[in-house]
T-cell receptor, first 112, second 113 residues
Framework: AQSVTQLGSHVSVSEGALVLLRCNYSSSVPPYLFWYVQYPNQGLQLLLKYTSAATLVKGINGFEAEFKKSETSFHLTKPSAHMSDAAEYFCAVSYNFNKFYFGSGTKLNVKP | DTGVSQNPRHKITKRGQNVTFRCDPISEHNRLYWYRQTLGQGPEFLTYFQNEAQLEKSRLLSDRFSAERPKGSFSTLEIQRTEQGDSAMYLC???????????FGPGTRLTVL
């Protein structure tokens, strides 16, 4: 069965520090990969997606993610955290765009 | 473009009652998805429509759940004989085509007493 694992349900960083949110998938076939963000009381919003083009994907708000097939990973990074980045982040995979599998989410807290 | 809308935003019902939720996708979006999200979890796929055709349905979806998308426009999700375990946020998303961005609605929060 396909699954997505997000290590760390809560991550806390200081403002200006590196953000690293981890995502691993478990399948022998590389999927399409996505990161979504959910701000409090708002709907899910796409940050970025990997669809088999460049392995380093740049998204909105300065976030980027790198697809590493050998590690079955798609970790999300941002060089310098901002207070406005505090939100919940979800990694998701799909193999055909008909069905999507989401991880359990990582809540990012940014300390002043 | 007003985004994906869902109604009602909140629904409280008693166990055993039937409930129906509505999703209005972004205009001209061919694909429509339903998800369920419980506290502390990510969205869980329920079903997918391509225009009016329901092409994918999660095996987790029991016979009490049914979804329709008549004429390929809005969609409804009905839960019959609700159970306390059905309490969750029900999310709808739409996209224009296969590899396009999914846009999510604000969700309908269901509480079953």
């Amino acid at each position: 069965a396909q699954s997505v694992t997000q290590l760390g349900s809560h991550v806390s960083v200081s403002e200006g520090a590196l953000v690293l949110l981890r995502c691993n998938y478990s399948s022998s076939v590389p999927p399409y990969l996505f990161w979504y963000v959910q701000y409090p009381n708002q709907g899910l919003q796409l940050l970025l997606k990997y669809t088999s083009a460049a392995t380093l994907v740049k998204g909105i708000n300065g976030f980027e993610a790198e697809f590493k097939k050998s590690e079955t990973s798609f970790h999300l990074t941002k060089p310098s955290a901002h207070m406005s980045d505090a939100a919940e982040y979800f990694c998701a995979v799909s193999y055909n765009f008909n069905k999507f599998y989401f991880g359990s989410g990582t809540k990012l807290n940014v300390k002043p | 473009d007003t985004g994906v809308s869902q109604n009602p935003r909140h629904k409280i019902t008693k166990r055993g009652q039937n409930v129906t939720f509505r999703c209005d996708p972004i205009s001209e979006h061919n694909r429509l998805y339903w998800y369920r999200q419980t506290l502390g979890q990510g969205p869980e796929f329920l079903t997918y429509f391509q225009n009016e055709a329901q092409l994918e349905k999660s095996r987790l979806l029991s016979d009490r759940f049914s979804a329709e998308r008549p004429k390929g426009s809005f969609s409804t999700l009905e839960i019959q004989r609700t159970e306390q375990g059905d309490s969750a946020m029900y999310l709808c998303a739409s996209s224009l085509d296969r590899a396009d961005t999914q846009y999510f609605g604000p969700g309908t929060r269901l509480t079953v007493l």
